[in-house]
């Protein structure tokens, strides 16, 4: 804690020059330095002083606030505060042997040690304070004989030297270090009781902005009902196809923005203890029982996937704020390639010397290509005089580094006909990327590799799973469950960090973070993973497509933090291990009922004995092997005990077989189901004794060649053959995004996650920034959303047996319920443009009762928006760059997705949108410009271009049928110019830096356009049929 001083303080020792006590005489400050309030008066009249040494200048109120919140000493000298007369006592204050309420402030010297052989005379020998000495002395004799001499006045150096001799006489009396002792142990005292303080707290969103919001929901909730009541009721007639379209999409939107809103209901906040996880886990003179991390980063394509961002990324791992003998970072590499297998020793050797200057300098963030880019002072804070020499030579050591790995990429662009050869002369085991054995290199951590400082690194493993022909290796969720099982064999950390290639750590402290949340002994163990939110660099200031998703990270996460937790989003998350095998969470232990005496033991209506009966019975022969052993903490097995716990010996398998004779039944069942364990986890008894260490460690008695002779096993392509892998354990199988599946199964269960906000981000990542990549990526996520939807995990019939909460239900339901609000949409989109083409209008002639709901319904739209961004904290800019995104993806990516989805699932037409590149500008945000063809682009194209056309023709058609038609237009342009204002960063992004469209785009676009006017016009809908008789020519001149 800042500003504790442990052993003896300044009571030993009279002040120093720097710490000189002011006299009566002195003019004293009338301010507080503190709240810079006035200084207040004692009763005696004198200014309050609230230090005895330094007399620095703070009033009452603050020394009295200081006393009982702080740390309770000066904040310039550090000295203790004594209690003053009048003021409230406080702990610590019953280690003053003198009457606090006779501290009158006149600095009067007391023996506090002695108080048999050093008592100041009481009448005539009182201190005084001599203004021109600075320096304390005494005036008359001292009872006793510590202070002997009757002279007026000493310097400095002569009071100095007297006070050495009295301190060297009370330590042969043993007083001294007696007083320093006490002293010391309540500064334990102090600590302990500071680590036993919660390591985290909830901070709920102020009533006064939470519940306006609230109040507004609910009456959006009433008029929406008012307001779709007089759609219905009152239909347009001559367009009733039109009306009849838009109120179905009215409708869904509707049901759309009631899943989105009410996960909304509960937002709250998190704030972290950094300091009492220090003091409860990492006390002087004991082990670090901080818990161990596993940090998992996965790539599959380094020519996709710079080496260099990987370096980074791996770089700001091994320097993280946290003990090196409890971090490893597994990369995995799902390409088998040997440019990352090189850049990674080469990022290993790095790390000698950039880790050291990290945790020297304490530098943030801690990957050298975004410190060194930082366009910040760099001086600041930093007081060593050597900062600046050191920070020079590293950054050159950082350019030759890559220097290095560009090389290493230049020489990969060309494979040689032979296939890549090691430099030991063998070939590399990956040239073949679809067949290849498993493969394990073991960088840092191996016993030899310090750092130039000689100190130990963080492990650093490379991993890259086997891969055969005809095998399923389900992309990234089978390469993350490979990681689970490796790190499990190697490591087993019970906790486990997930990154993405390219988000770094950009808080060297997040692994902390997690900490205060996973290992709380009330919390922790209900936490199947805590999410981080995030942050991306390399955006340009507008974030023209909503790259960063502040909506969606600082709103709906944090109204889901407030329900079951946050939903897992595929990168910067902390898992619990034991969450990921499948396990469910421990029950809470409920209070026992009030049972009394009063009634028979088979009455049930008094104690509810029967109904106990039941329950015992169900626990003894419910719960499956898998429960059981997770709430057990002890259980007889072989005739030993079995504890659960920590790195304790695990039993042998094949012991499980040997000795099922002689025991009972219902033991014999039991150990039968061991066996169970196999079918569960696969073929591995170091995996299977793993999972069931709670604590994590490894068992007793293995070796290191062993260990990764079954590390190789367990990444065998057929491993997962005939077991629960990618069904109920680890990342689950079936989708493109894994991480909603993988979420929704852990809250199904009843575990709980957190959302972790702290104010530096914890990790950073790069985020595509030109709209062709942008809505790939949102295509992707779409898809996978679709195929959620179109399986048997779909939220809204999954899991009904479970514990997850109805408003997490509503959540999850609109994660894969979205891309479907693109059909209503598009709909939506073209009827404004028909509507102008046509001269038709899908609402009648409003009356004032309907036109107060129709204001009434766009002031609470507008209220909700505003009072949101009040208790997010979200900009309007990002609020309305997520309002426009959302249209445009909402008719191109999500279209695609859905019709995408259903060829897939239900036709098994697998359909890829390919994206071709061109040339982009070399240029601060160049790829902000760069153009990339895809049939994404088609639709909301063509939207732009029938709602300008519309415009057009509404004005010119109003010009010619003069005043009388333009007020029935205005409704129309809303509309039409609703759709365009939503549309135009999309149409920003067509035109480029050049202001240019590519010429394929517009050719389709008017392509469409026409053809869907022409049809129009053909079918012509709107028109009255003649349905009187048919009048023919009579072919004779009348």
């Known amino acids: 804690m800042a500003g504790f001083i442990i052993g003896s303080n300044s009571h030993h020792s009279p002040p120093s020059d720097e710490q000189k006590s002011p006299s009566n005489e002195e003019v004293l ?61 406080v702990i610590g204050d019953e280690e003053e042997n003198f009457d606090a309420d006779d501290f009158d402030d006149e600095f009067q010297i007391k023996n506090h040690y002695d108080d048999v052989d050093a008592k100041l005379a009481a009448n005539n020998n009182q201190q005084k304070l001599h203004p021109n000495a600075q320096a304390f002395s005494s005036a008359g004799s001292v009872a006793g004989k ?42 334990d005292d102090y600590l302990l009781a500071e680590a036993r303080q919660p390591l985290w707290r909830k901070v709920p969103i102020p009533s006064s902005l939470i519940n306006p919001y609230r109040i507004v929901i609910v009456m959006r909730l009433v008029i929406l009902a008012f307001f779709f009541r007089f759609r219905i009721l009152t239909p347009a007639y001559d367009a009733y196809p039109l009306w009849l379209i838009s109120v179905i999409c009215e409708i869904w939107f509707a049901m759309s923005w009631i899943l989105d809103q009410f996960p909304k209901w509960f937002p709250i906040t998190r704030e972290t203890y950094l300091d009492r996880l220090s003091i409860r886990f990492e006390r002087e003179g004991e082990p670090n029982q901080l818990s161990p991390v596993d940090v998992f980063v996965s790539t599959v394509d380094p020519l996709k996937e710079p080496p260099i961002i990987t370096a980074n990324t791996v770089l700001s ?12 970072c597994y990369v995995s590499d799902d390409g088998a390639s040997m440019l990352l297998f090189d850049s990674l020793a080469e990022t290993a050797e790095f790390a000698r010397r950039w880790v050291p200057f990290c945790k020297k300098y304490k530098i943030e963030p801690r990957a050298p290509e975004y410190y060194f880019s930082e366009k910040i002072d760099y001086l600041k804070d930093k007081v060593q005089p050597t900062f600046v020499k050191e920070r020079r030579a590293m950054k050159r050591e950082y350019e030759e580094f890559k220097v290095k790995i560009n090389a290493l990429v230049a020489k990969a662009q060309k494979k040689p006909e032979d296939g890549w050869v090691m430099q030991d002369g063998t070939p590399w085991p990956g040239n073949n990327t679809r067949d290849h054995p498993g493969m394990i290199q073991v960088y840092l951590g191996s016993g030899g590799a310090l750092d ?61 973070e997690a900490m205060c949340f996973l290992m709380d002994p009330q919390l922790g163990k209900k936490l199947c993973y805590v999410q981080f939110p995030q942050r991306f660099d390399g955006i340009d200031r507008h974030d023209r497509y909503a790259n960063r998703n502040t909506v969606f990270f600082d709103i709906n996460m944090k109204g889901l933090d407030g329900i079951q937790g946050p939903v897992y989003v595929g990168t910067g998350t902390v898992f619990n291990r034991q969450a990921l095998y499948g396990y469910d969470p421990p029950v809470s232990e409920k209070r026992p009922k009030m049972t009394c005496d009063c009634w028979p033991s088979w009455c049930c209506f008094c104690c509810g004995g029967s109904r106990k009966s039941k329950s015992k019975k169900k626990s003894a022969t419910g719960n499956g092997l898998l429960g059981a052993l997770y709430n057990k903490k002890k259980k ?70 062993a260990l990764v002779k079954e590390a190789i096993h367990v990444i065998s392509c057929g491993y997962e053959e005939k077991t ?154 990002d609020w309305w760059r997520n309002e426009q995104f959302w249209v445009i993806g909402g008719v191109s990516a999500h279209l695609f997705a859905v019709f995408q989805g259903l060829l897939k699932v239900l036709a098994g037409v697998d359909t890829n949108f390919t994206v071709t590149a061109k040339a982009a500008d070399d240029t601060e945000f160049g790829e902000l410009y760069l153009f990339k063809w895809t049939t994404l682009l088609i639709p909301p194209t063509t939207l732009i271009i029938l709602n300008i056309v519309g415009v057009v023709a509404g004005v010119s058609d109003a010009i010619n049928n003069g005043y009388g038609s333009w007020g029935p237009l205005f409704g129309k342009l809303f509309f039409a110019f609703w759709v365009i204002v939503h549309l135009y960063p999309f149409l920003k992004g067509l035109m480029g830096k050049q202001n240019r469209t590519p010429t394929i785009v517009v050719l389709w676009s008017i392509l469409l356009a026409s053809i869907f006017s022409l049809i129009w016009v053909r079918i012509d809908p709107f028109l009255p049929k003649q349905t009187g008789p048919i009048l023919k020519q009579c072919g004779v001149e009348c």
């Open 452 to 512: 130039v400082e000689g100190k130990e690194l963080a492990r650093l493993v490379y991993i890259s799973r086997e891969k055969r022909p005809g095998y399923p290796h389900h992309k990234k969720a089978g390469a993350m469950n490979a990681l689970v099982r490796v790190s499990a064999v190697l490591t087993n950390a019970p906790f486990m960090l997930n990154l993405d290639c390219d988000h770094y750590i950009n808080n060297s402290k997040a692994l902390r």
């Open 29 to 89: 400050p009338k301010t507080c330095r503190v709240c810079g309030d006035e200084m207040g008066q004692k009763e005696d009249g004198e200014v309050f002083r609230a230090c005895h040494v330094c007399a620095f200048p703070v009033c009452q109120p603050c020394y009295e606030y200081e006393r009982s919140e702080g740390n309770q000493s000066c904040p310039q000298c550090n000295t203790r505060y004594k209690r003053h007369k009048g003021c409230p006592r």
């Open 146 to 187: 510590d202070f002997e001499g009757e002279k007026e006045f000493y310097s400095n150096e002569e009071w100095q030297e007297r006070v050495e001799k009295w301190k060297v006489r009370q330590e042969k009396k043993g007083l001294l270090h007696k007083e320093e002792e006490k002293q010391q142990a309540d500064d």
């Open 636 to 705: 007889k097995l072989m005739g030993k005990d079995y504890v659960r716990k920590g790195s304790g010996s695990m039993f042998d398998l094949e012991e499980i077989e040997e000795g099922l004779e002689g025991y009972e039944e219902l033991e014999k069942s039991s150990l039968m189901s061991q066996k169970n364990f196999e079918k569960r986890f696969g073929q591995s008894p170091v995996f299977i004794a793993s999972t069931l260490m709670e604590n994590g460690g490894l068992p007793e008695g293995t070796n290191s060649q």
């Open 317 to 328: 791992i091994l320097s993280v704020d946290y003990p090196v003998e409890k971090v490893c």
């Open 724 to 877: 629960d892998w990618g069904k109920e354990i680890g990342w689950i199988y079936g989708s493109v995004t894994e991480d909603i599946l993988t979420g929704f199964k852990m809250h199904c269960r009843g575990w709980k996650s957190v959302y972790c906000m702290p104010k530096r981000a914890a990790f950073k990542g790069s985020a595509p920034i030109n709209l062709s990549d942008r809505l790939h990526q949102v295509l992707r996520w779409a898809l996978g959303s679709v195929e959620i939807c179109l399986s048997r995990h779909c939220p809204l019939w999954y899991g009904y047996g479970g514990k997850l909460k109805y408003l997490e239900r509503l959540a999850y339901t609109n994660t894969i319920v979205y891309p479907f609000t693109s059909i209503p949409l598009l709909a939506y989109c073209t009827i404004p443009a028909v509507c102008l083409l046509t001269g038709k209008f899908i609402i009648p002639t409003l009356t004032n009762l309907a036109s107060v709901w129709f204001m009434a319904l766009f002031i609470s739209i507008i209220l909700t928006g505003v009072l949101e961004l009040r208790w997010s904290g979200v900009t309007i800019v």
